[in-house]
């Protein structure tokens, strides 16, 4: 595997990793379940991690077999309440809803010259990065809206090294999915998953929390 020495950037999930907008992710599918009358459970909330919107929106339908049932049209406009009611929830997000450590780790990235970069499934991700105060902490974002795949396909991660004008092996890339460590391995990262190892047990490396994340901790796994 990459030796620490070899690091040069760090490209980060968003959510889960950066803040906890998941749950008001939750919140606005769930609402959107109810409209459409699909059952939510915790099986289908887990499902949706580290999907995009319309991915996201195919399972919720699929997942009460109603996805015949709405037209191309219909299925955009039920993804745009989806997300107006996603944005309305997250407007009151502040840089106290940094994840904990996470603020520093970033902080410590920019102050040793370590590039970072966004790759987020969702378009809300320069909003939320704003709200956050933390704009100025990445070279750029992968938009979503340019990719041809979701996770975990590898493309998103793919994007996320070229912004940085990295090779895949000089970065460390963060998630907190399933799906999002299958797109950062297929990308041929290093991947540092934060959470149940038992559902992150592909990751390279493993934390419990974001309390956990410093580069010194990373290089002693690593080295």
Partial sequence: MTKFSEIKGFAFDLDGVITDTAKFHTQAWHALADQVNVTWTPELQESLKGIDRMGSLEMILKAGNKQDDYTHDEKVALASWKNNHYVELISGLTPDDILPGMADFIKELNDK???????????????????????????????????????????????????????????????????????????????????????????????????????????????
């Fill in 113 to 223: 010259g370590y590039r970072a970069s966004v790759a987020s499934a969702s378009k809300n991700a320069p909003f939320i990065l704003d709200k956050l105060g933390l704009t100025d902490s990445f070279v750029g974002i992968v938009d979503p809206a340019t990719l041809h795949a979701g996770k975990p396909d590898p493309e998103i991660f793919v994007r996320a090294a070229e912004i940085l004008n990295l090779l895949p092996e000089q970065v460390i890339s963060l998630e907190d999915s399933a799906a999002g460590i299958a797109s950062i391995n297929g990308a041929g990262e290093v991947s540092l998953g934060i959470g149940d190892t038992t559902v992150l047990a592909a990751a390279n490396l493993n934390f419990a929390s974001t309390a956990e994340v410093t580069l010194a901790n990373i290089a002693a796994k690593l080295d």
